[in-house]
């Protein structure tokens, strides 16, 4: 078995340099990309120029995935490469509004499979990380999940998401009125996947889901969950698929399948209706 101990170093490496270019108290010029709450700034776009161009000249024959190169115009394709996904920076809204909750977020994958994922909080300056089949790490500590398997006794992360039309606003507010309705003890929104999950991974909270991210979004995150010791599953109950736009992540198989059963995706709902 390929030993990805090395490209790991790597992106922790680099990640901590490109953490010096994230300066969250400096003026942004801000522009929008899908909607009116989905932001991007120069330093998304340098930052994930400055990570892939290291990483490039390391490692030549690896793809990238990133957030910004996709939102230019490419190809947003998941192969059997080894495969960097790279958020620059998770939390833009956050960025933008000096809302300290913002992480450089790496996956790598081999055969679509996650070696490994790096997301490092920036104004907290938490490094997270987790390898495969090796556990999962914070500032070098290890991480457990919480083990909860009461939903009732949960907090439950999620995110507000950036579509602002009428389908995705009430089924985000809908999900989260069944939720506390179970109940749960509460409900938590950080505005960064990478830095919600990771509080999966700490114990901090039990759940997470969301509905419409992106692999970037999420992909390092899941395995540090994984390797925590938490569970990844799509938010209807089947098996996790990085390119799917949906995922929860749980302290166990018992609080991820209820919050499946609890919450929809309406616009799975349309398509499979239409
Ligand atoms: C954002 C997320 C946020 C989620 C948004 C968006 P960005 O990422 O992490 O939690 O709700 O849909 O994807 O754009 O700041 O990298």
Known sequence: MADWTDCLNFGISVAKQANCSVSVSAEKEVKLKSSPADLVTETDQRVEKILISAIRNKYP??????????????????????????????????????FPFVAISIAFTVNKQTEFGIVY????????????????YLNGQPLHASGQEDVSKCVVVTEIGAER???????????????????????????????????????GADAYYHIGMHCWDIAASAII???????????????????????????????????????????ADVSHSA
């Open 225 to 267: 969950v994984q390797e925590a010791g938490g569970v990844i599953m799509d938010t209807d109950g089947s098996e996790f698929d990085m390119m799917s736009r949906r995922v929860i992540a749980a302290s166990s198989s018992s609080v991820a399948l209820c919050i499946a059963q609890v919450i929809q995706d309406a616009r």
């Open 61 to 98: 024959e690896h793809r990238f995935i990133g957030e910004e190169s996709v939102a230019a115009g490419e190809c947003l394709e998941l192969t059997d490469c080894p495969t960097w996904i790279i958020d620059p920076i998770d939390g833009t809204v956050n960025f933008v509004h000096r």
């Open 121 to 136: 909080s920036c104004v907290e300056d938490k490094l997270y990380h987790a390898q495969r089949g090796r556990g999962a």
């Open 165 to 203: 039309d009428d389908l995705a606003l009430s089924t985000m507010t809908s999900n989260i009125f069944r939720l506390l309705k179970l109940p749960v003890h509460g409900v938590r929104a950080l505005g960064t996947a990478a830095v919600d999950m990771c509080q999966v991974a700490t114990g």
